[in-house]
C-alpha cells in the first residue's frame, strides 16, 4: 500500500524555522527518526518510508506555498497514489499552538497552499492534518506571525506535537483516517 505525506513549506533558508514550515519540519523529524534520505527531484524534495507493509512517499513542494499543488498533482499521478491515500501537513492560525487535527476534507479556511491544492487536484476532498501555530499577533500583521521563527518556548515544545503528528501520520496509513481521528482529534 502506497501513501503521499505532503509536507507544506517554503524553500530557502529564511523560510526554514518559521510557522508555515511546519510540514516540512514535521517531514523532516520523520525522516530522521526512520534514517531517510532527502532527494532533489521533479517540483519537491522526496524521500520514501517503510512501515508496517506501507510505503510512505514524503514530499516537500519545491514550489513554494502558494503553488503546493502542482508538486501534489504531479507526484499523486507519478506514483499512482489515490487521493484517499494522500495527507497534507499545514500550519493553521485557527488552532492554538500545537493542536492537531485531522480531517478527511473541509476548506481551505483562506490558505493559500490548500486553495492551490484544491485548484489543481479538483476539490476540497482530501485528507489534511492541521498544525496549530495559534494566533498571537496584532491586527493585520498576520504574515508577519506565519512566516515569523518559533519563540524559544515553542521550540522547546515543538518536538513533542511533531511527534504527536508522526503517530497521526503512522495511524492514518496503518488504521486508517476514521480511526485516527477518533484516536487523535479531541
Known amino acids: 500500500m502506497k501513501y503521499l505525506i505532503i509536507g507544506l513549506g517554503n524553500i530557502g533558508p529564511e523560510y526554514e524555522l518559521t510557522r508555515h514550515n511546519i510540514g516540512f519540519l514535521t517531514l523532516d523529524r520523520l525522516a530522521d527518526q526512520e534514517n531517510a534520505e532527502w532527494r532533489s527531484n521533479r517540483l519537491a524534495f522526496t524521500s520514501e518510508v517503510k512501515y508496517k507493509g506501507r510505503t510512505l512517499h514524503l514530499i516537500k513542494p519545491t514550489t513554494y506555498m502558494n503553488l503546493s499543488g502542482k508538486a501534489m498533482n504531479y507526484w499523486m499521478k507519478e506514483l499512482k497514489v489515490p487521493k484517499e491515500n494522500t495527507l497534507v501537513i499545514v500550519d493553521d492560525l485557527a488552532l492554538p499552538f500545537g493542536k492537531l487535527r485531522l480531517r478527511a476534507k ?25 498544525f496549530g501555530i495559534g494566533d498571537d499577533f496584532p491586527k493585520g500583521k498576520q504574515i508577519d506571525y506565519v512566516l ?5 518556548q515553542e521550540l522547546d515544545e515543538l518536538p513533542l506535537f511533531m511527534d504527536k503528528a508522526i503517530d497521526i501520520i503512522k495511524g492514518f496509513c496503518t488504521i486508517g483516517i476514521n480511526m485516527t481521528m477518533s484516536q487523535f482529534n479531541d
Open 106 to 130: 473541509g476548506s481551505s479556511a483562506g490558505h493559500n497552499g490548500l486553495k492551490n491544492i484544491e485548484a489543481l487536484t479538483g476539490g476540497q476532498n482530501y485528507p489534511r492534518l492541521r
Open 148 to 152: 515569523g521563527r518559533w519563540s524559544q
